[in-house]
Every structure is written in C-alpha cells, then in structure tokens.
C-alpha cells in the first residue's frame, strides 16, 4: 500500500472540507467544527418587567436575566420608539490627526468614528469607518449611569462651550459634554484625543446636586450588529465581543453563542478590559485596574448586540463629585501598540489556535521588516528562512520521494501481477521497500512536522493589519487585497504543477489525474487571497521544486558515480 499517496488524498480531502467549512462561515451558516462552548455563565439580561433609567420596556431584551446578574443598560434608542424627539440632539464633529467623527449629543456617545491614516508615497492613504449609526449598520460606544433615574446614553447633552473640534497643530483635543440634573445627579463627560494615539482618554464627573446621598453605577459598553466586514474570500476571520481578565484571560463570544444563550465569559473582575473585534481592527473599553467591575454580553434587538461593563461608585454626599477615568481603544490590531496599551490586548489580533507559534513568526517577520523596509520581501525572506531550517527534514522528504520515483515500475508491476490477491501484493510491496531501503512514511513525516510552522504563518500574513495598504512592487500596491492582474495565482498554479510532476506517479490511472487536476482545483483559491498569502505559497513552492530537484539530480549523480 502505498501510504504517502493515502496521506496526500487526506490532507487534499481535509483541504476540501474544510474549504466548504470556511464558505459556510462566511455566509452565516454553523461551523461543523466550531460547535459552541459549554458555558459557565450565560449573558446578563435585565429581569422581567423592570426597566432602566430612560428607557422603556420595549427597548429592553426580552429574555429573563440570570438570578444575581446585573440588569445592564437599556437598549439603544430606536427613533419613533417612545425615544425623545431627534431634533432634540445633535452630532459634534470633530477632527484629529488619526480620526475623524461624530459624537451625538443624545448620550455623549461616539457615535461615528472614522480612521485617517495618510500615505507616505510607497503607501495610499488608508481610510475605514470603525464606528457608525446609520439604517444599516450600527456600531458605537457609550456610557451613562444606573442605579436610579440618572442621565443615561438616552438623555441630551450639552456641549460644553470654548472647546475647540479639530486639533490643528496642537497635541491634544478634549472635547467636553453636561447632561441634564436627573436624580439629582449630573454629569460631565469629557473626551480627550492625543495626537498618533488610538487611546480616547474618557473623564466621567459624576456630580450630586442634589439634597440627598446617591450610590449610582457607571456602566460603559459597544454596541455593535453582526453586519460582516471584508475579509478575504475563502478565509474566516473571528467578529464579535471579547472579554480579557488574569482569571480567564483572552474569550471571544461568537455573535450565534450569544443568539442561543451560551455566551462563555467572566462575569466579574478587578482588571481587563472588554472589546469588539474585527478583521484587522477592533475597539476595546479599558476601565481603571483594581476597580470592581461586573460585565455582561447580550443581545439587545434582533441584530444589535453589546458587551459592556458595569462599575459601582462610591456614595456621593449632595454637593460632592467623583471623577471616574477609563480609556477608549479604537484603532488597527498592530501587536506592538496594543502591547503597550493593556495587558493582553494584543491578543484581539487572533491567530486562533497557533498563538503559540505564530506570535514568534510576526516578531521575526517584523523585524526582517525593519531592515528591508518592504512587507513583501520581508515575506520573501522570511519563507526562505524557514526553509532554511527546515532544509534537513525537506531532504530526508524528497530523497524518500525520489527512491519512491526510482522504484514506481516495479511497484507498478508487482501491483498488476498481484491485484487479485491483496494480502500478497502488500507482502511483495513491503519486500521490495526493505531491498530497496525505502520508507513508505519517509516522503511524509518531514512534511507533517513543518505544516503547523506554514499554518501558522498564514493566520500571521491573514491577521496582520500592517500588510493593508503595503506594496510590494510593481502591480501589488496592497499585499492585503487580491492580485489585480493574477500574475501570482497564475504562478502559483504553475509552480504546484511543476511539484506534481517531480513527484512519484500514481500506478493509478485515475490517482494520477486526480494528481493533476489538484493545482488547478487549489490555484481557483489562491484567485481571491490576498496577495502577500500567495507570494507567500509561490516563493515556498518555488524554493521546495528547487530543494527538491537539487537533491533528486545529486542522487542521480551519486547512482551513476556507484554503477
């Protein structure tokens, strides 16, 4: 039997399957191998009947919430909805050298916000809407205040006035809004930009006006629908809310966990932080470290979710006011700046199941980069590193192959004349392997061990936002997006055909088509990946045919050298 051509009908039949997995992701549809979590605790809902300060009941979930759980806030405002008169509020805009956005005076909320990156003449300019409210998608970030009837994300603000909206050449902007007194309570909420960063540093005053002692809570969440975002076709990349503790650490809660009521997170914490994650970029509320803080994740309307956490105050005496600090992360998945931000906040760049690994490969990627000062050929060069190293076990895989290519008629002939009796062809095919000094297994377990290395640099190459809007030459001016003109899937076709060839041919007429026809079936992929992903398979493929042919000719010399 031969086992190498059995290992490479599986790997091309897992390939298949879990092509169609990917595709069946990508249009909504349950994973087969990503079933839910078990859950250990399940989203926090309001109870029956009860509301929240400046909703309704109709804007609050209907589910019952879990016995002890904290009510959350209530549900976005949808106009016409018992909400207040949209005349009554308005959007600020506002500019600074990273963002430009809205903040609706009904809340106090960033409610637009948009991420302005100029090119530097190798790179176009880069532009995407993060947050937004518009009929068709919603995605915003908010605050307010529960415990009584106290000013929420639903009561109008007030701009406070002197503040400037765009940041010119200064370092910073603040831009600071004053709610109405509710429960004699009022609030000023303050907005302060820093020029380069993606950090909103958000400065709630929590004031008691009133004649009596208040202990309110300040909850700050993301609210977001499950519209998708771009990503490559034929890749799967994780959306939805996130919960980051030391006692859990990094958990991601898939949009259809929280559908079915299974949502897996820490529902308590003194440290972390919450967020929503998308390809290439996220959002992530980090209140002060060693603060109590309950969190919860649900569903909210029948597309809209949040995650959000909630933070007890002190008691405030009449005439006394409490500062609260938190920070406010929107921007790309750029690991080094999201170490330096929080703990663990690196981790919303997701490489899944292959962290372990490929954390190690973009450190090395990164800094082949800062020599080369090219994403493209740092790529290039970081494969043909890889091969380096795995050189050895590459050999001892192509010298197996071409002793199996040395000895494919005899295997043919013994097949043939045995094809009646299997018990007795496997008996003379393992005879003439132990002759012959071949290992079934040889052209194969090298390779195994290098595909978790190769997997895990294409999550790398998939997840990293720094190939968006990187050229590489000529006609790629964005490794992040499809070849414009296939050059690379072509070649990539070509060179997967050229590694068939080299390899033993099947005794089975129809294997031996099946061999063939696997480029182009796996090439009609490679039409839509990004283009850093193909360089990547094209140099890889390239340099194991040149591996390859290397070892078989000096095999060939060495035979002829023997006779």
């Not at 790398?460 to 490794?479: F, N, Q, T």
């Not at 283009?531 to 060495?558: C, E, H, P, W």
Request: with cysteine; aromatic share 12%; net charge positive.
């Amino acid at each position: 039997m031969d086992i190498k051509r059995t290992v490479l009908w599986v790997i091309f039949f897992m390939s298949a399957v879990m092509l169609f997995d990917n595709w069946q992701r990508d249009h909504g549809r349950q994973s087969m191998f990503f079933p839910s979590a078990v859950p250990t605790k399940t989203a926090a809902t309001a109870a029956p009947g009860t509301t929240t300060p400046g909703t309704h009941a109709s804007d609050l979930p209907a589910t019952a919430g879990a016995p002890g759980s904290p009510a959350a806030p209530g549900a976005a405002a949808v106009p016409g909805a018992n909400a207040p008169a949209a005349d009554a509020a308005q959007l600020v805009k506002f500019t600074t050298d990273v963002y430009s956005g809205d903040i609706d005076t009904r809340g106090g909320t960033l409610s637009k916000l948009s991420l302005v990156k100029e090119g530097d003449g190798k790179q176009p300019d880069l532009y995407i809407t993060l947050f937004d409210h518009t009929a068709t998608h919603t995605y915003l970030a908010r605050t307010g205040l529960l415990g009584g009837d106290f000013p929420n994300h639903n009561d109008v603000f007030t701009l406070v006035p002197g503040g400037q909206t765009s940041m010119g050449n200064g370092n910073t902007l603040s831009l600071a809004f004053e709610s109405p007194v509710k429960g004699g309570v009022k609030v000023i909420k303050t907005y302060t930009f820093t020029r380069g960063s993606y950090v909103i540093n958000v400065d709630t005053k929590v004031q008691n006006v009133g004649t009596t002692p208040v202990t309110p809570r300040l909850y700050m969440e993301l609210v977001r629908d499950s519209s998708p975002v771009e990503t490559p076709r034929f890749s799967h990349t994780f959306i939805g809310p996130a919960v980051y503790s030391d006692q859990h650490h990094f958990q991601k809660i898939d949009f259809s966990d929280i559908d079915k009521d299974k949502a897996t997170f820490t529902p308590s914490a003194d440290n972390g932080w919450i967020a929503m994650v998308q390809h290439y970029f996220a959002s992530a509320w980090i209140p002060q470290q060693g603060v109590k803080r309950d969190i919860y994740v649900q569903k909210i309307d029948p597309a809209l979710y949040r995650v959000g956490v909630q933070q007890p105050l002190q008691t405030i005496a009449p005439g006394q006011t409490i500062d609260v600090q938190a920070r406010l992360f929107a921007g790309p998945e750029e690991e080094r700046m999201l170490e330096g931000i929080a703990p663990g906040l690196e981790l919303v760049k997701d490489y899944g199941m292959v962290t372990i690994i490929a954390k190690p490969l973009f450190w090395l990627l990164e800094k082949i980069h800062s020599y080369v000062g090219n994403w493209g050929w740092a790529i290039i060069l970081l494969t043909l590193l890889i091969k380096a190293v795995f050189f050895p076990l590459s050999a001892a895989s192509y010298k197996s192959m071409a002793r199996m290519k040395t000895i494919t008629p005899r295997m043919t002939q013994i097949r043939e004349r045995y094809k009646g009796d299997p018990q007795k062809m496997n008996a003379e095919l393992m005879a003439l392997y132990k002759t012959e000094k071949v290992n079934p297994f040889g052209g194969c377990l090298p390779v195994v061990v290098q595909i978790p290395v190769f997997i895990s640099l294409y999550w790398v190459l998939l997840s990293s936002v720094e190939m968006r809007g990187a050229p590489w030459i000529g006609w790629i001016h964005d490794l992040s997006q499809a070849d414009p003109f296939f050059i690379l899937p072509v070649l990539m076709a070509v060179s997967m055909f050229l590694q068939t060839r080299l390899n033993p041919t099947p005794p089975d007429p129809v294997q031996a088509k099946m061999m063939m026809f696997m480029p182009l079936a796996f090439s009609v992929m490679f039409f839509f990946f990004p283009s850093g992903l193909v360089l990547y398979y094209v140099v890889n493929n390239v340099l194991s045919i040149a591996q390859q042919y290397y070892i078989t000719r000096m095999m060939g010399q060495k035979k002829v050298a023997k006779a």
